[in-house]
């Protein structure tokens, strides 16, 4: 009964066009009022618990950060000292997503901020340049979701304390997956970019090596952006929300010597991101209200218990717990799913003899997959909001899928081959 | 408007000295300027919403698909704003403050029911608004 | 037919005291011929917090739930002032004190709707003082920055001139690798399930872990829905895990396992802090004890009163 109403809300309320915080936030409601016995006020606390948690808190920071270099050109500027260095591979600036989200996923423990931190500069720049914003979106989407399997790990982090596994072994075991997949994304850039329609602006074939050099020297404020964001945090001055709130003041000094900021533009830029914040957190509203609905009743354990009573051989269970994954994917994303279901697959996967820092990197490349899989995810709603719904959510959805069937493929393979992802903290 | 000066104040406090401020202030910050920013949100239609479906519709039914997604919102945001006015006056009864700083808390979940209920506002006035329209445009039809 | 009550737990499932969760389920299964059973959710796995749990079973939103005193500060100041670190300084302290405490809580959560079956009665952990480099005095701490579990602990390093801030359990691991903080102050006997021995590398022992007991809390809306048979059965489920736990709770041998186990993972269990600076600790700690439960109001007074005064007597 739970799940009838789960998929026939979300149908009848999303097709309508109603807004979707709202629609998934209602379908909470009446789960949690009808089925878990009138528990609708639980929706409050769970509201309340998840936008007073400082985990998020950095999210509207960096926004805001996005915006004022944009405001002050001076990411208009870095990106145009990149674009010479660029110029023959094809995709172009669309790797400097990729590259910049791993970087960024080094120093960062959650996808969402990651997307939102490299996303609220780079779509609006390479769209400019004529870059298929679906495709810049796309990037983005991918990109932001190795925040989550490269140290440090939210995830990784969460799943090794509840599950008494060696931290620091899941960290190292993260690490080569984390590049593996990234070199992955770049390649089918490479790919998509040389066939089929145009997703980037016209590739020269010469390289002029004074242009890259002139182009370099632009790009001397992103090495001081990179100390006050990741720096800061590497060294243990401040915390990622401190180290974003550092990165604004710098962007604000930068923008207002090097670039040309001024107060007005600083208050647009201020209007601009609490405006784009506030669609995302209408999102994280209506997310957590369904989310908290349908742990309370306890779907997600059922599901996994359903398939406990099947009787397969070992893989058999690994695939069916990875299907239940991708279904549940559908509806949560993140650390949410992660504390619902670890209880029962981490016992069920390790009796069949399966490595448990192997699991927590399948698990936690699920969790990626889960954020990027429609219609609740969130990083996709993030970026819907990032470029003002330019991109619909469906157009997110399709642009994400390659990078979807990427990370599912990686989970083939490091079932296949464990030791890509063992070998490393094995040297321990 | 009043409300977002004075977090813009707040935030650039926190820009100009982010090291050593409470996560718990951070917290409640990043609360206050999710409810604040989504009545304005709301009245520059600037919410994310899955149209694709909607618009495949005949006109006559997607104005239908429109009333529907607004008695959504208001349902939704009634229901919000009820149980988190409960959950305001609970926590205001019994004084409840934060954990390590020792903030009261209800005049920051005060927020939560008010920016819900001026969402509704919104929705009726341009509701309305649409009505008004939407005769207007049905008599000029009428007249030509 | 059979009736099933789902059970919050917000202890992961590999800290020793969520294996008796699971015994009192048996056990309930048993009695009962499999009649009542109780769905036990570990982890926070239902999407419950821990500082929401008085709320949520004042409305019968969940129908039993592990309740712990030190959690509810935000909603009830009083209920964290009935036991503070630094209570005791032998373990069996604990043991003496316990039917007090057992007592108050009972009393504590009836206020809030929620009827108590017996519970878990935590193993007295050592507490230490886990660092990157040698510490085992408290001159030492000076120029450290400690990462603690709670509001009470930052106050009562505050009073000894150390800087010590709440850290979650979740972030500890990264803040000791960073360096946001030198050293954590935690329970030393579990400190393998969230890998110390990879981010610190010595400990000195502190004194013994005062645990609030872990409640089985049961919300009146399902204590009144049950017939009395069902009822008996919770409660005698329910106090044999008490006694079973209580036996338990204080076991030196286990201490000096887990501590060997420490050592052979490459920690160096350095002496414990000297008697000298224990009583200091404890001073600072009764102070702050103090003030958070004259910040609490009356009721935490009385709580702070009827315990204080009670550990006082018996020391005598
Ligand atoms: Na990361
Ligand atoms: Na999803």
């Keep these: ?428 | 408007m009043t409300g977002l000066v004075l977090v813009s104040t707040l935030m650039r406090y926190l820009a100009g000295s982010p090291i050593g401020f409470s996560d718990e202030l951070s917290g409640l910050l990043f609360l206050s300027l999710s409810f604040l920013s989504l009545p304005h949100v709301l009245n520059t239609s600037q919410h994310i919403r899955i149209d694709m479906l909607v618009r495949t519709f005949s006109p006559r039914l997607a104005v239908a698909a429109d009333i529907f997604a607004n008695a959504i919102f208001v349902a939704f945001a009634g229901i919000f704003a009820y149980e988190a006015w409960d959950f305001m006056v609970f926590s205001l009864q019994i004084g409840s403050r934060s954990e390590i700083s020792g903030v009261l808390l209800w005049p920051w979940m005060a927020l939560m029911p008010l920016s819900m209920l001026l969402c509704i506002l919104i929705i009726v006035r341009n509701g309305l608004q649409g009505l008004s329209g939407r005769d207007a445009a049905s008599s000029e039809e009428g007249l030509s | 037919d059979v009736r099933t009550l789902k059970f919050h737990s917000g202890l992961a499932e590999s800290r020793p005291e969520a294996a008796y969760l699971e015994r009192f389920s048996e056990l309930v299964d048993e009695y009962s011929d499999g009649q009542l059973q109780v769905d036990v959710y570990h982890a926070g796995s239902l999407g419950l917090k821990e500082v929401d749990m008085l709320r949520i079973m004042q409305r019968g939103m969940v129908d039993m739930a592990l309740m712990y005193g030190e959690y509810y500060n935000r909603d009830a100041p009083e209920m964290a002032s009935i036991y503070a670190q630094g209570a005791i300084t032998e373990a069996e302290q604990h043991l003496d004190i316990l039917p007090t405490l057992r007592k108050l809580y009972r009393e504590g959560y009836a206020d809030w709707g929620v009827h108590t079956v017996g519970g878990v009665v935590a193993p007295v952990f050592d507490v230490g003082l886990h660092c990157k480099e040698p510490v085992n005095t408290l001159e030492g701490l000076r120029d450290k920055k400690v990462r603690v579990w709670s509001g009470h602990l930052v106050d009562t390093f505050d009073r000894l001139g150390i800087s010590a801030q709440v850290i979650p359990q979740n972030d500890m691991y990264l803040a000791l690798q960073t360096g946001v903080v030198d050293c954590a102050y935690y329970l030393s006997t579990v400190a393998k399930t969230v890998s110390l021995q990879e981010v610190t590398d010595y400990e000195a022992y502190l004194h013994p872990w005062a645990a609030s007991p872990w409640m089985f809390g049961v919300s009146d809306r399902t204590w009144n829905s049950l017939d009395e048979q069902q009822q008996e059965i919770l409660t005698r489920a329910g106090e044999q895990i008490w006694q079973e736990t209580r036996d338990k709770a204080v076991d030196p041998e286990r201490e000096a396992e887990a501590r060997e186990e420490r050592e052979a993972m490459g920690i160096t269990v350095l002496p414990a802090f000297s008697d000298e600076d224990v009583q200091t600790f404890v001073d600072a700690a009764w102070e702050a004890w103090h003030e958070m439960a004259s910040e609490a109001g009356d009721e935490g007074i009385r709580y702070y009163d009827t315990v204080t005064g009670e550990l006082q007597s018996d020391s005598q």
């Excluded at chain 1, 090596?209 to 020297?217: P, T």
Aim: charged letters at 10%; one cysteine or more; glycine letters at 10%.
């Design chain 1, 1 to 428: 009964m739970s799940w009838a109403i789960l998929s026939a809300g979300l149908l009848v309320f999303l097709g309508s066009g109603a807004v979707l915080g709202a629609a998934l936030g209602l379908t909470g409601f009446i789960l949690l009022h009808f089925q878990a016995g009138g528990a609708s006020a639980l929706a409050i606390n769970s509201a309340w618990n998840l936008l007073t948690e400082f985990t998020l808190s950095a999210v509207p920071l960096f926004i805001f950060l996005g915006d004022i270099l944009l405001a002050s050109g001076v990411s208009t500027r870095v990106y145009n000292g990149l674009t010479p260095l660029f110029r023959r591979i094809p995709g172009q600036l669309l790797h400097t997503n990729i590259a910049v989200c791993t970087l960024f996923g080094a120093v960062s423990g959650s996808s969402t901020s990651t997307a939102a931190a490299i996303g609220s500069v780079g779509y609006p720049e390479l769209s400019r340049r004529g870059y298929s914003p679906s495709m810049v979106v796309g990037t983005l989407a991918a990109g932001g979701t190795l925040g989550l399997l490269i140290p440090p790990s939210l995830a990784l982090l969460i799943y090794g304390a509840t599950q008494n596994v060696s931290i620091g072994k899941l960290f190292l075991a993260g690490m080569l997956p984390g590049l593996l997949i990234a070199m992955a994304f770049f390649a089918w850039i490479m790919v998509r970019s040389s066939l089929g329609s145009s997703v980037s602006p016209p590739r020269e074939d010469s390289m002029d090596w004074g242009a890259v050099g002139r182009g370099l020297l632009e790009v001397w404020p992103l090495p001081i952006l990179i100390f006050f964001v990741l720096g800061t945090i590497y060294m243990g001055i401040a915390t990622p929300t401190e180290a974003a709130a550092l990165g604004v003041a710098a962007s604000i000094v930068l923008g207002l010597t090097w670039g040309d900021l001024d107060l007005e533009k600083l208050w647009e830029a201020f209007k601009h991101a609490s405006m784009m914040f506030g669609a995302i957190a209408m999102i994280l509203i209506g997310t957590v209200i369904l989310s908290q609905a349908v742990s309370l009743l306890g779907l997600p354990r059922a599901a996994v218990d359903a398939i406990a009573g099947i009787g397969l051989d070992r893989y058999g269970i690994l695939l069916m717990i990875v299907l239940v994954y991708l279904l549940l994917g559908c509806f949560f994303d993140g650390i949410s799913l992660l504390l619902m279901t670890l209880p029962i697959t981490f016992p069920m996967v390790t009796s069949l003899g399966f490595d448990p820092v192997w699991f927590g990197v399948i698990v936690t490349l699920l969790m990626e997959i889960g954020m990027i899989t429609p219609p609740v995810g969130l990083n996709l709603f993030v970026l819907c909001s990032i470029t003002r719904n330019e991109v619909t959510l469906p157009d997110a959805a399709r642009a994400s899928l390659p990078y979807w069937m990427i990370l599912l493929a990686a989970v083939g393979i490091f079932t296949v081959f464990p030791e890509l992802i063992l070998w490393l903290p094995n040297l321990l």
